[in-house]
């Protein structure tokens, strides 16, 4: 049975998703789809924990031997992203049956679920995988999943913002698809560990080259790299706010796994960093996306799309993270993936409860919400300082990390800019918290209530995580610093 | 060279073409034309790579020793699964769109947005 985890935490969420077509009832549906969630949570510890005690685990597919049959490969970096997804989901599961009571009609309940557990499966698939167009196939099916669970919106333009991720995402999905051709050609295989190893003969050559450019694109349009990220804001907004809690914690975190995995493991260091002038370009796009984004951030109405530019942000200093190219670099990026998982999941919940009692997450509509909602409105608050990155809280780790990183590099512009970028945080922060705790609140307004317990729980499991994973560092950093070493190939295998 | 290099021209051509389509139109339906002929270059570029030159199709059998390879004909076949579900989705959204938007085009679903912030 333990042998064969690493297939059981993909298997167990996609053969239960048609499963729940045979419970009619929704809440029947909803705690058959969280006990599945929670499987796959349980599943991910254990991988993470065999894997940080003994090293890598390999699974072969129906027996087949690696390059010919598919390879499950989990590693230190796999485990821990297994970990975050799996997490996330199942605390933002608990949360799902009263909040779209509201948001989705009774008869799309059980599809709801269905496609969230598929959308899952595809990422856990992504992550868990070592065959390369087992990548594509895995990322067709979160992918698709999202689609449809975005245009699941009330608003009609969660459906025009669901086709324009469609139009987005499938292009950057082919993009990929063409990149893994141009490597098979040249190499006649597909398993990553075995492309690690022939890429290196034919690394001079120009189809090489290319298939590293498609690759890069596209997976810089699946995780919104500033300026590919036009997609994101509206598919975060209007989508149900379950969703939206659920794909801004792991949808792109999975993305930037794809870019991580893609560039060390499979092309190599030596190759991605100096055929294409990486490095400078991931710093420049890194850094105008965290301006660009909180600049737009802070002139938002909707909290949604604040929320949305704000993740757009943070994507952007873990791709300066990433750029570094050094061992801290990379665990500050594997850092902020973890803790921002943490923090925007936590955030969109909270404001999926105001959803739940207002209908509506307009700016305007949070006056007085600090007095009516005080528990919610202090989880957006801690949040939000999380999110600014306050000693105390994930937030500052990550970035303290990121600051290192930069600094050991002599890139001392690039820190004073990363400071400048946590300001404007500030700024976008303070206006919810001033609008929520210091206007009155509006006429008519006083029968609003505090959220019901099943969103209180799990939005304060995630703001405790918050505080806790900012105090005690020692899991998230020493999985992180093993997880990076390995890829850089210094430490234990 | 030309000649030598056909399939993938044409590969070249119909990705282009797929792509502009979807950059250039605001018609929904087109847009997802585009798409298809976009992926479809894709599936013809592993199927050309697929082929040995004098290989025959890869079935078992006495007196050949040399066979196309067949990997990538069941990549595609899965990437075909892929193309027409999403295929299928944007299709479902643009009728939905339809129904809530009265249009398909583009520019006037952006105005009617527009007008509702």
């Known amino acids: 049975m333990l042998a064969h985890l690493p297939i059981l935490q993909v298997i167990v969420p996609m053969m239960a998703a048609p499963l729940c077509l045979f419970l ?46 598919i390879e499950y490969r989990i590693d230190q970096l796999s485990a821990f992203l297994l970990l975050i997804i799996s997490a996330v989901s199942t605390v933002v599961l608990f949360a799902a049956h009263t909040s779209i009571q509201k948001e989705i009609p009774v008869d799309r309940h059980t599809l709801f679920y269905i496609l969230y557990l598929l959308s899952l499966a595809g990422m856990l698939g992504i992550v868990a995988t070592g065959d390369a167009f087992n990548v594509f196939v895995f990322l067709e099916i979160s992918s698709l999943s999202a689609y449809a669970l975005i245009a699941l919106g009330k608003d009609r333009r969660a459906l025009w913002a669901a086709y324009q991720y469609l139009i987005m995402g499938t292009i950057g999905a082919t993009f990929i698809l063409i990149g893994i051709g ?9 398993n990553m560990n075995d492309l ?75 190759f991605s960093f100096t055929t294409l002038p990486l490095q400078i370009l991931f710093v420049v796009l890194g850094l105008s996306g965290i301006f660009a984004a909180s600049t737009a951030a802070i002139y938002q109405k909707n909290v949604k799309h604040l929320f949305a530019y704000s993740s757009i942000a943070q994507i952007g200093y873990m791709i300066v993270g990433f750029s570094v190219s050094t061992t801290t670099g990379l665990m500050a990026t594997l850092l902020h993936l973890f803790n921002h998982a943490l923090m925007k999941s936590a ?3 909270a404001l999926a409860a105001v959803m ?17 909602m005080p528990l919610t409105m202090a989880a957006i608050v801690i949040g939000g300082l999380s999110l600014i990155g306050v000693p105390l809280t994930v937030g500052f780790v990550s970035k303290w990390y990121l600051i290192l990183a930069v600094i050991e590099n002599g890139w001392w512009p690039v820190a004073v800019l990363i400071l400048l970028g946590s300001l404007l945080a500030v700024v976008y922060v303070w206006r919810i918290v001033e609008t929520a705790y210091f206007k009155p609140p509006l006429a008519g307004s006083e029968a609003i209530k505090e959220a019901p317990l099943s969103f209180l729980v799990p939005i304060w499991v995630l703001v405790i995580a918050n505080i806790y994973f900012g105090i005690d560092t020692r899991l998230s950093i020493q999985v992180t610093q093993v997880a990076a070493q390995s890829l850089f190939g210094v430490g234990p295998p | 060279m030309l000649m030598g290099l056909y399939n993938y021209w044409i590969v070249v051509v119909l990705m282009m073409v797929g792509f502009y389509i979807v950059i250039a139109h605001g018609n929904l339906i087109k847009k997802i034309v585009g798409l298809s002929i976009f992926q479809t270059s894709v599936f013809i570029f592993y199927i050309s790579m697929a082929k040995v030159d004098g290989g025959t199709a890869p079935i078992l ?29 944007g299709l479902a959204l643009a009728v939905r769109i339809k129904e809530a938007y009265g249009s398909i085009e583009e520019e006037e679903i952006q105005k009617k947005d527009n007008l509702d912030c």
């Open chain 1, 196 to 270: 690690s190893m022939r890429l290196p003969e034919v690394a001079h050559t120009r189809t090489v080259f290319t298939a590293f450019a498609f690759i890069i694109v596209g997976v810089c349009l699946k995780l919104a790299l500033f300026p590919l990220h036009l997609w994101l804001p509206n598919a975060y907004a209007y989508a149900p706010s379950i969703i939206t809690a659920f794909l801004a914690a792991t949808a792109t975190k999975v993305a930037i796994y794809l870019l991580i995995r893609f560039t060390f493991s499979v092309f190599g260091l030596s």
């Open chain 1, 24 to 69: 009619t009832r929704p809440r029947l549906v909803w705690l058959f789809a969280l006990i599945v969630s929670g499987l796959a949570f349980l599943i991910s510890c254990i991988l993470l924990q065999q894997v940080m005690t003994s090293g890598a685990i390999i699974y072969e597919l129906g027996g087949w031997d690696a390059p010919w049959g």
């Open chain 1, 182 to 190: 141009l490597i098979y050609q040249m190499t006649g295989t597909l």
């Open chain 1, 356 to 372: 739940y009692r207002i209908g509506g997450v307009q700016l305007s509509q949070f006056q007085g919400l600090g007095r009516q």
């Open chain 1, 347 to 349: 955030l969109f919940l």
């Open chain 2, 61 to 89: 059998s006495d007196g050949i020793s040399k066979y196309s390879n067949p990997l990538p004909h069941v990549l595609i076949l899965t990437a075909i699964v892929v193309g027409i579900a999403t295929t299928a989705l």
